[in-house]
C-alpha cells in the first residue's frame, strides 16, 4: 500500500526517483579524462558515454541527490529519452551497418581507426562504423573482443 490513507509518506517508504540526463561539448579526449575521475566520486552516474561529438550522462536516484549532482556536474540538460536510443540500439550511429562493437579497458587508445565512435561505459565498450578490414580492426584491438558487424535488416 503506497503511502498512508491521508495521502501522506509512511516512514518505511523509499525516497522518490529522479532522473535527469546531462550532456557536453566536448571531444572523446576531454570526456576520456573528464569521466575517470568522475567515477570514483559517490554521484548517481548510471550512464555514460561519447557519441562522437559530445559526453553524455544519465544521474538516477534520489531525488535530492540527482539534483545536487546536476548542479555540481553543469552541462545542458538533455531529454532523458536519448538513453532509451542507447539502450535499444536505435540512436544514430548504433543504427547504421558495419557496426563493430570492441569491449576495451577504458585506457586502450583504439580511435586511431578510421570510421566513426561510439564509446558507452564509460569508454569500456566502444562501437565503431568502418570499412577497414576485420584483420586490421581485430589487430587494433589489442588483443579485446572485437564482435564484427552483423547485418541489420
Known sequence: MPGSPAGG????????????????EVDWPAARSRLAPLMRRPLPV???C?????????LCGPEAGVKLAARD????????????????????????????????????EIAHLDGRWFW?????????VTDEPAERVRA??????ATPPVSRR
Open 9 to 24: 509518506v509512511l516512514a518505511g517508504d523509499p525516497a522518490p526517483v529522479a532522473l535527469i540526463a546531462l550532456t557536453f
Open 46 to 48: 548510471t550512464g555514460a
Open 50 to 58: 561519447h557519441d562522437g561529438q559530445r559526453l553524455h550522462l544519465r
Open 73 to 108: 556536474l553543469g552541462g545542458e540538460e538533455e531529454r532523458p529519452a536519448f538513453w532509451d536510443g542507447v539502450r535499444h540500439m536505435t540512436h544514430g550511429l548504433l543504427a547504421a551497418p558495419r557496426l563493430w562493437r570492441l569491449s576495451v579497458p577504458q585506457s586502450a
Open 120 to 128: 558507452d561505459w564509460g569508454g569500456a565498450q566502444a562501437w565503431l
Open 140 to 145: 587494433l584491438a589489442a588483443g579485446r573482443a
